[in-house]
C-alpha cells in the first residue's frame, strides 16, 4: 500500500505565493509520475502539475509560467511552488501518484486527502 501525506496550502490574497508538498511513502515501484490535480468548487478535478521520475514536467495550461513542480527521488516528494495567485485557483488540491513495475503496463493510481487552497481577491 501507499500513503501519500500533503502539507501547505491555506488563504492568500491574489497575487501571492503558496507551496504545497506531498511526501509518498509504502510499495512504489521505480517508475512513477507525481503530481497536483486541483477540484474547484462545481467543476470537475483538472490536472495541474505533473512530473516523472526522471524529471519530465507537465503543466495546465492555466498555471503555466506561474507554478514550478519538482520533485525529490531521495524522499519521494513532490513540491508544488505557485506564484502568482488568482481567485480562479481556488480548489482543494490533490497529490497523486502514478506508478508501475519496469516491463509492466499495469499502472497504480494512489491519492492524497486534498488540502485548500483559497485565494481572495
Known amino acids: 500500500q501507499v500513503q501519500l501525506v500533503e502539507s501547505g496550502g491555506g488563504l492568500v490574497q491574489a497575487g501571492g505565493s503558496l507551496s504545497l508538498s506531498c511526501a509518498a511513502s509504502?510499495?512504489?515501484?521505480?517508475?512513477?509520475?507525481m503530481g497536483w490535480y486541483r477540484r474547484a468548487p462545481g467543476k470537475q478535478r483538472e490536472l495541474v502539475a505533473t512530473?516523472?521520475?526522471?524529471?519530465?514536467?507537465d503543466y495546465a495550461d492555466s498555471v503555466k509560467g506561474r507554478f514550478t513542480i519538482s520533485g525529490d527521488n531521495n524522499k519521494d516528494t513532490v513540491y508544488l511552488q505557485m506564484n502568482s495567485l488568482k481567485p480562479e485557483d481556488t480548489a482543494v488540491y490533490y497529490c497523486?501518484?502514478?506508478?508501475?513495475?519496469?516491463?509492466?503496463?499495469?499502472?497504480?493510481?494512489?491519492w492524497g486527502q486534498g488540502t485548500q487552497v483559497t485565494v481572495s481577491s
Open positions: 509504502g510499495n512504489i515501484f521505480s517508475i512513477n509520475t
Open positions: 512530473v516523472t521520475r526522471g524529471g519530465n514536467t
Open positions: 497523486n501518484l502514478r506508478t508501475r513495475r519496469p516491463h509492466s503496463v499495469t499502472t497504480y493510481d494512489y
